[in-house]
């Protein structure tokens, strides 16, 4: 059963544009949701988190939007750029369950 | 460097043979947890420890999968008697109990 669901499963953006990825989660225990974004060959990275107690968290061009009620958050991106081309995972924390992944092409 | 580090980078072997797969985690950390990432699929849960507790095996697939952590640092995955199924990059993180974690570059497994 897959605990946290992601889409889409891949998606093309223009620079400059906003690249939203959705998550959504079935277990009400999950108490951390974070964001990671991995680069070819390397391991995932941690890029920005949230816990159920907020609806949104902003870091930079980066933000999370929370919805417990819908259990529901995503990842939005604005002005994306080339350089944020890369896989992003969301994932919920009781147990640690990883969404499918994201490739997002930011096209110059 | 300060980073998780994961040896081999690539391991190549054949249906039936055992594998060890090494994680160095961050100096410090408490928790390390191993992970399986197949081609076009998400992070699989394999194996959470947490400083002295028992770990969590819950995601491990099946009984030819072990892990263990000697002396509360470096920790061996290790797979007996490998199917083609098995191949995938395995992915050690660690982190202070069950904050960010942080990631190794993983070990390509190829099964032929």
């Known amino acids: 059963q897959q605990q946290v669901k992601q889409s889409p499963q891949s998606l093309i953006v223009q620079k400059g544009g906003i690249s939203i990825i959705n998550c959504a989660y079935e277990?009400?225990?999950?108490?951390?949701f974070p964001w990671y974004q991995q680069f070819p060959g390397k391991g995932p990275a941690l890029l920005i988190a949230?816990?159920?107690?907020?609806s949104e968290k902003k870091e930079g061009r980066f933000t999370i939007s929370f919805n417990k009620s819908a259990k529901q958050f995503s990842l939005h991106i604005m002005d994306s750029q080339p350089g944020d081309s890369a896989t992003y995972f969301c994932?919920?924390?009781?147990?640690?369950?990883f969404g499918t992944g994201t490739s997002l092409t930011v096209i110059p | 460097g300060a980073g998780v580090s994961q040896s081999p980078s690539n391991k190549v072997t054949e249906k039936g043979k055992d594998v060890e797969l090494r994680c160095d985690p961050i100096?410090?950390?408490?928790?390390l947890y191993w992970y399986r990432q197949s081609l076009g699929q998400g992070l699989e849960f394999l194996i959470y420890?947490?400083?002295?507790?028992?770990?969590?095996k819950s995601g491990l697939p099946s009984d030819r999968f072990s892990a263990e952590r000697t002396g509360g640092s470096v920790s061996t995955l290790t797979i007996q008697r490998t199917q083609q199924e098995d191949s995938a990059v395995y992915l050690c993180?660690?982190?202070?109990?069950?904050?960010?974690?942080?990631f190794g570059p993983g070990t390509r497994l190829t099964v032929l």
């Open positions: 277990n009400t225990a999950f108490d951390y």
């Open positions: 949230i816990r159920p107690d907020v």
């Open positions: 993180a660690s982190s202070f109990s069950r904050g960010e974690q942080f």
């Open positions: 100096s410090g950390h408490t928790a």
């Open positions: 994932a919920g924390y009781d147990q640690f369950y």
């Open positions: 420890f947490q400083g002295n507790s028992a770990p969590d």
